[in-house]
């Protein structure tokens, strides 16, 4: 299975493009573009491919009938947001409900094992802002249902992001260019993602894993932190790596997506850290939730609440635990502390503010990628109390520090800093071109690491 997954990746990009080059218009590009989208999706999830063009359909229709606004377009966006949101809920949230449920009435409701499609807490959202954008007046309805299949379903950010808005690549629908040049940077940008994922990503996953899977007596100070950073490294290069793929990808077919990631441990208070994480998830819910909850409009109170229930819901967005929900509402809370007591933004010196936000952020990730909350217990206990070193722990360290990890946590923290884009603003063309060559290398290395390692999907994939 995992050779045949292999085969079929490697064959359906080349074979994409180059059959979208002879088409002759871009009408014939469109069509085929989702046709190529939805074999891509039903090769993964053949099922729910028919769920996707039900949603798309259903959305497609209620973004004609809000169009004008009024309260028929009201009641038709109401709709829209309870069908959409109704679905997310069946396909991902039905077993943590029910969960919780038997849990607090002491009931034994059975609990479906229902499979989650890929990628629908992605293409949810972007259908939901479709609707949302064409009832507030800021895109005209779009009368081809095809050219809203395409928005929807476009394979290379189909599945993990990042979340595009229509608004975005309207005009792009309608109308794109393919240049040589914007073909060379899109592969160029599609490599360096592949590197972050395969080079960087997978071993720091590595390195998590192994500490995750540790019991309390094995961990220590040094292996608990060891285990922390890595984590925090691991799902920065892994999800920045699949938008760089995704910016890439698009751009070689003439789309441009927003920057996804903007080096946000390089960011210097959690305020700046969220500008700079997953910003098509954190502008969506500023668009469609915070803003029409009041935003900062009603008073300090009123915009506390609501910066709440935007990182309860951001948390419950990445999945039905608890752990997550409270990753969420830690965020929310450090950015309300920020706006009241703490005194962050008066320290003059960045690189303070910027240990603070790298020291929430990673002690954060613990909670969110711990199995449960117990578990991120155990893990915060070793973080600051596990000073006692036996053979057991101190085995665990010498096991993670070989060479390569210590190569790669080199190159990751380099990479997490914008060294790459000063020096792109130095702009020498000697440079454009040893970028080309260093990405055939990078190409050369990820091939061979995937040859020699076991399949390693990326982590937003189950999101």
Known sequence: MVFSSVVFLSAFLPVVFLVYQVLPSLKWKNLFLVAA?????????PVYVLLMLISSAVNYVLGR?????GRRGKAFLALAVVLNLGILCVFKYTGFILENINALLGVALPIPAIVMPIGISFFTFQALSYVIDVYRGDVRPQRDFGKVLLYISFFPQL?????????DIEREIEERQQTCQGVARGIRRFIIGLSKKVLISNTMGAAADYVFGLSAPGLHMASAWIGAVSYALQIYYDFSGYSDMAIGLGQMFGFHFRENFQYPYYGDSMQ????????????????????????NRRGAARTYINKFIVFF???LWHGAQWTFVLWGLIHGAFLILEDTVLPIRKCKIRWLRQLYTVLVAVLAFVIFRAESLSQAGTMFAAMFTGVGSTPENMSSCVRILDPMYLTTLMAAVIGAVPVKRRLEAMDRPWMHKCSYVACMVLLFLCMCRLSADAYNPFIYFRF
Request: charged share 15%; proline share 4%.
């Open 37 to 45: 989208s939805l074999v891509f999706y039903a090769y993964g999830e």
């Open 65 to 69: 009938l809000v169009s004008g606004g």
């Open 272 to 295: 700046d850290f969220w500008r700079r994480w997953h910003i098509s998830l954190s502008t969506w819910f500023k668009e469609y939730l915070y803003i029409p909850l009041g935003g």
């Open 313 to 315: 819901c951001t948390g």
């Open 159 to 167: 599945i993990a992001g990042p979340i595009v808005k229509y608004h």
